[in-house]
Nanobody, 122 residues
Framework: VQLVESGGGPVQAGGSLRLSCVAS????????TGWFRQAPGKEREFVAA????????YYSESTKGRFTLSRDNDRKIMYLQMTSLKAEDTAVYYC????????????????WGQGTQVSVSS
């Protein structure tokens, strides 16, 4: 199973970015469902997630209303559209796969991407 994130970069506060996560490998287990982020000196935190069947979405309180999940089932790509970005959104963003419940816990996931850096300047 391999997950590859892309789409990060520098952006000014108030701007937007769209992250992508492309999966390969096991047809079901490798389908990415979660996004997490980790800022320097902080623990990895939950950002957003689909349930394994893609029917429900969850967002952290800090991203709700600003970030939107979507996915392309045929190509096994998950997207995170980020708008109204703030300096505190600066972090390395990781996508993850393999969770079947407790989607806001990093320990629920088996597979992780290498991360993509998002840097928001104020």
């Amino acid at each position: 199973v391999q997950l590859v994130e892309s789409g990060g970069g520098p952006v000014q506060a108030g701007g937007s970015l769209r992250l992508s996560c492309v999966a390969s490998g096991h047809p079901i287990l490798s389908f990415p469902t979660g996004w997490f982020r980790q800022a320097p000196g902080k623990e990895r935190e939950f950002v957003a997630a689909f349930t394994w069947d893609g029917k429900k979405t969850y967002y952290s309180e800090s991203t709700k209303g600003r970030f939107t999940l979507s996915r392309d089932n045929d190509r096994k790509i998950m997207y995170l559209q980020m708008t109204s970005l703030k300096a505190e959104d600066t972090a390395v963003y990781y996508c993850a796969a393999g969770a079947q419940s407790l989607y806001d816990l990093s320990t629920s996931y088996t597979y992780w991407g290498q991360g993509t850096q998002v840097s928001v300047s104020s």
